[in-house]
């Protein structure tokens, strides 16, 4: 039986994301694997994401704690998903002992957040979780994040205090509607060399998760190492109609 067009064109705009990806880092003057593309699943079926695993695609994420608990048990162990975004303290234990595959966490913005997933990781026996620091470059309220004059001391925390954790690197969510300025961007470059001077990381060592589906190849010209796709790999979001 043929699969659904809607399902096919998925693993088709992840090749053209790829490339352009590529072509990005090449521009920058990295090598095409200096940049990881996360296809964003948010309110996709498991059979979208499927498609991806069986065109070679192995890095995934999600933004909602329930979607990625339901999501990765039906789905091949070697995924490697992230969980993108602001991360409660109630969340944490479940999400972890769910998906044992879950390889970074790109949402620390407190210590209280840091403190907790050290300490599931270590009660659950699991090996050191990667964790990126989310910055809020943008200044607006509504978004998590910590403002960056703090990013230092956070890392600092992370790295020092949670043996449990891998310090990896920053990222921030830019925009509301999905987009960043180069001011956004750059901010979170100016963090990065500040963290790594602070704490005598080699620059090339450090990850920065910033560019979305809007914005990914401005991103990666700029220093990215981690882009979030969604919307340009799976078409446009579907969320539940409310109920009047």
């Not at 909602?64 to 975004?85: N, S």
Request: glycine share 6%; aromatic share 6%.
């Amino acid at each position: 039986m043929a699969a659904p067009a809607a399902e096919g064109a998925a693993a088709v705009a992840l090749r053209a994301v790829l490339a352009r990806a590529w072509r990005a880092a090449e521009r920058s003057g990295r090598a095409a694997e200096a940049v990881r593309v996360v296809a964003v699943g948010k309110t996709k079926p498991v059979s979208m994401l499927r498609q991806l695993y069986d065109a070679g695609h192995r890095c995934f994420g999600e933004n909602y704690v329930q979607e990625l608990v339901t999501k990765a048990p039906q789905l091949p162990e070697d995924i490697r998903w992230h969980f993108i975004g602001h991360l409660q303290s109630n969340k944490v234990k479940p999400l972890l002992a769910a998906v044992p595959n879950l390889d970074m966490v790109e949402g620390v913005d407190n210590e209280k957040i840091a403190n907790h997933l050290d300490r599931a990781v270590n009660n659950l026996g699991r090996e050191p979780l990667k964790v990126l620091i989310q910055v809020n470059t943008s200044g607006e309220e509504s978004k998590s994040g910590i403002d960056p004059s703090r990013c230092v001391e956070l890392a600092k925390h992370v790295k020092l205090a949670c043996p449990h954790l891998i310090f990896s690197g920053l990222m921030t969510i830019g925009m509301k509607d999905y987009s960043s300025t180069p001011e956004n961007f750059k901010a979170l470059v100016d963090c990065k060399l500040e963290v790594c001077k602070a704490l005598q990381i080699p620059t090339e060592q450090f990850e920065l998760s910033m560019g979305m589906s809007g914005d990914f190849e401005q991103a990666i010209e700029m220093g990215s190492t981690n882009v979030r796709v969604g919307s340009t790999i799976f078409g446009p979001r579907e969320y539940p109609t409310k109920k009047q």
